[in-house]
């Protein structure tokens, strides 16, 4: 059956998507991680942290669709990468989820004893739970980067030749405490336009201001070890973009500095790294002027430009083997069959847009400042 989109442009646009969709978790779900991880340091009373707790209490579940629908996206649209990181980093995805299990818990339990250590308890499982997925998935883009320890036999098992503590190394710390800043940030700015005026307000703008000077710091100091520690892979050979996804029909090596390729080629996609700089500065700019909303838009802006940043450098590489370049994933090897392609794109356009309407109604609902008088008015509040 002829469709009427070849197979290597529905597999580009399945890569896009899938940036469409990681972005979007960080855009939303990001700032629930990004309160989390703030909330022992901005407020320090209970009625602090239940105005802080219900910024993001109306939407924390809904933002958690982006999230589902990437990993929906990885399993379906690839496959192999799927079978491969989700296996291989097992630990550290059970790591993930076992924090982001303690959020429901914590939101739905912290308040039903007025006991302040049994409040306390669970105001630091917001914080595990907001802190330590914003630092695991920082950590696992840098190994994305650099590569990890995977490779195939001549039946296409996977074997993993990792382990959990091996995941940390200098380069993903740097990319691990990128990401928490980048949502601390994002953090911040969301609190910044929807807490009252007042204590918790004013310390999100503080530790807004010094998450926004980290990340510029630290977005150039994985900048730098890209370009200078000699990171990148690049293939070999002619790369069949139609042809069945098979990892072992490409041939791929390990190159120093091949992760800025593309920008040698193709320099409009400097865009990428343009707008992570420049929308954390725009999100500094407005803290510290006090234009919260500015703050917001430089937040997302950065948000965007550095996630958009890793994908460009490494396209066509999706996941890299450090272990044996041959058996690394990349868009044209990969994917799942042209028919299952076409499908999901059919399915996506239908149902998309009615995701993005819903979740925009909300937040149009849903939207004004939460203050401690609502409090003792407002029986829905945590």
């Known amino acids: 059956m002829d469709l009427p989109l070849d197979y290597p442009t529905l597999r580009l646009i399945w890569w896009s998507l899938l940036g469409v969709l990681l972005i979007g978790f960080a855009l939303t779900d990001g700032f629930d991680l990004g309160v989390g991880a703030l909330l022992p340091f901005v407020a320090r009373t209970d009625a602090e942290r239940r105005v802080a707790i219900n910024t993001v209490g109306p939407t924390w579940e809904g933002n958690q669709v982006w999230f589902i629908l990437g990993g929906g996206a990885i399993f379906a649209a690839w496959p192999l990468v799927y079978a491969v990181s989700f296996s291989g980093f097992y630990l550290a995805m059970f790591l993930v989820l076992s924090a982001l299990i303690l959020r429901p818990v914590a939101f739905k339990y912290r308040s039903k004893r007025p006991d302040p250590r049994w409040r306390s308890a669970w105001d630091w499982a917001l914080f595990v739970g907001g802190f330590v997925p914003a630092l695991v998935f920082g950590v696992a883009v840098g190994n994305v980067l650099l590569g990890a320890p995977f490779r195939f036999d001549t039946d296409l098992r996977s074997t993993y030749e990792g382990t959990l503590l091996g995941l940390f190394t200098p380069f993903s710390l740097i990319c691990g405490l990128l990401s928490v800043a980048m949502l601390v940030l994002h953090g911040a700015a969301w609190l910044g336009v929807k807490v009252e005026r007042g204590p918790v307000h004013d310390r999100a703008r503080r530790f807004g201001m010094i998450a926004a000077l980290l990340s510029l710091v630290l977005f150039a100091a994985g900048g730098a070890y890209v370009a200078w520690g000699g990171l990148g892979y690049q293939l070999t050979g002619v790369a069949d973009m139609a042809g069945p996804s098979n990892p072992l029909r490409m041939t791929a090596e390990a190159s120093s500095g091949a992760w800025l390729n593309n920008y040698a080629t193709y320099p409009w996609l400097l865009i990428a790294p343009v707008l992570g700089f420049a929308g954390a500065l725009l999100a500094l700019l407005g803290l510290v002027g006090k234009g919260h909303p500015l703050a917001l838009a430089g937040s997302s802006l950065s948000a965007v430009g550095i996630i958009s940043t890793v994908g460009v450098s490494m396209f066509p590489f999706i996941l890299p083997s450090s272990i044996d370049p041959a058996s690394s994933l990349t868009v044209w090897n990969a994917s799942s069959s042209h028919t299952t392609l076409?499908?999901?794109?059919?399915?996506?356009?239908?149902?998309?847009?009615?995701?993005?309407?819903?979740?925009?109604w909300v937040y149009r609902v849903l939207w004004g400042r939460t203050s401690t008088a609502a409090l003792t008015t407002n029986p829905d509040l945590y």
């Open 342 to 360: 076409f499908i999901m794109l059919v399915c996506t356009i239908v149902f998309l847009p009615i995701v993005l309407a819903y979740t925009a």
